[in-house]
Structure formats: structure tokens, C-alpha cells
């Protein structure tokens, strides 16, 4: 079972919908990143969460510590959002290990 | 842009042969992780840098060797280079542990 798991595995939208991707991990952890990653392009890094909820433009992100479960939330998709979105998960370890869950490949349709 | 730089952008290497990747952290920043991301895979961590000193790897074989310079860029080396090695290499840089890191656009690794 990996550590770190997200769904769905594959999305696609309609333009302007409200999009949900979920992460869920089985380690303690320090931190949790959301990450974009384009087609052939390298990583953006989107949020970094310890708690509660982060927002950032039409971009919003949620944990909740105890269920061990992270939520990204995009409101009003747009195709320029089309990539795959990494949940990553800093592990309460002396070094602090980033542990990267498979990803979610998005295609928003115009 | 992150402010953090890989060279080359793609290379193209044969069994057998050595490379070397380099990154450039951003300014301020003395910690840096490399990863290894297969076509399809998500990224797995490789080793990690702080102040110039190995601070945690992942299960990669010893033949991926890697070293961080006084002014904080990073070098990642793979000797005797196998077909699976082929991926895109990612470098992240942060001001410390358990902060942001700021990824690099990657380096694409061919072995034929």
C-alpha cells in the first residue's frame, strides 16, 4: 500500500466546473505540498499545509490532520489548468523526507 | 519562474556511461533535494543536501552519487548508467527543512 495515495487518478472537466482532487496518507507528516506539474514541464509548488485551509486565487486547499486527508479544490476550471497535481507528504522523520503520491492527471475542456 | 536552474535541459547518454546534472539553488536557499521521475511516475526522492552535507536518501543504489558546493548548487552524478535510469531529473531547493521547495524545470535523461 503506498504511503501517500490520491484520486481521482484521471479527471476531465468542462470549463467552469468545480473541481475536487483528494489525498489521503498513512504516515505522520510535518507538512503536505499540493504541486502542478504541466506536460513536459518541471513542478510548481501550489501549497504547503500543516493545517486547516489555504487560498490562493480560485485555487483552494484543506487538511485535516486527524483523518490524515488533504483536499485541492479549483473553482471555475479553466483549460490553462489542465496538468497533473501532485500531493506530496513531508514525513516526521530526522530527515524530513518529501514522499510524492502518483498524481492526477486533469484535462479541462474548453 | 522558481529562481532555481538544472543544466542541461535533455541529455542523451549509452549504457554504461557516467553523467553529471547540475542545479542551481535559489538565492538563500542551503537545502537541496533531488528526485527521479520515470515516464508516468510520480517522483521519487532521490537524496537530499543541507549546508553541504548529505541529509537523507531514498532507495537508489550507490551509483547515484551527488555533492552541494559552498555557494549551495548541487551536482548529481550516476555512474555506470542503466536504461532505467532514463527519467526527468528534478532538483528542489528551500531556505531549510521542512519549508517550501522550490522545484527546478527538471533534466531529461535518455539512456539508449
Known amino acids: 500500500k503506498n504511503e501517500v495515495e490520491q484520486s481521482p487518478q484521471n479527471l476531465t472537466a468542462q470549463e467552469g466546473e468545480f473541481i475536487t482532487i483528494n489525498c489521503s496518507y498513512s504516515?505522520?507528516?510535518?507538512?503536505l505540498h499540493w504541486l502542478q506539474q504541466h506536460p513536459g514541464g518541471g513542478i510548481v509548488s501550489l501549497f504547503m499545509?500543516?493545517?486547516g485551509k489555504k487560498k490562493h486565487g480560485r485555487l483552494i486547499a484543506t487538511i485535516n490532520i486527524q483523518e490524515k486527508h488533504s483536499s485541492l479544490h479549483i473553482t471555475a476550471s479553466h483549460p490553462r489548468d489542465s496538468a497533473v497535481y501532485i500531493c506530496a507528504v513531508c514525513k516526521k522523520t530526522s530527515y524530513d523526507k518529501v514522499i510524492f503520491g502518483p498524481g492526477t492527471s486533469l484535462s479541462v475542456i474548453p | 519562474e522558481t529562481g532555481v536552474t538544472q543544466s542541461p535541459t535533455h541529455l542523451i547518454k549509452t549504457r554504461g556511461q557516467q553523467v553529471t546534472l547540475r542545479c542551481s539553488s535559489q538565492s538563500g536557499h542551503n537545502t537541496v533535494s533531488w528526485y527521479q521521475q520515470a515516464l508516468g511516475q510520480g517522483p521519487q526522492f532521490i537524496f537530499q543536501y543541507y549546508r553541504e552535507e548529505e541529509n537523507g536518501r531514498g532507495n537508489f543504489p550507490p551509483r547515484f552519487s551527488g555533492l552541494q558546493f559552498p555557494n549551495y548548487s548541487s551536482e548529481l552524478n550516476v555512474n555506470a548508467l542503466e536504461l532505467d535510469d532514463s527519467a526527468l531529473y528534478l532538483c528542489?531547493?528551500?531556505?531549510?527543512?521542512?519549508?517550501?521547495?522550490?522545484f527546478g524545470p527538471g533534466t531529461r535523461l535518455l539512456v539508449l
Open positions: 499545509l500543516s493545517s
Open positions: 504516515v505522520g507528516i510535518s507538512a
Open positions: 528542489a531547493s528551500s531556505s531549510g527543512l521542512q519549508v517550501t521547495q522550490y
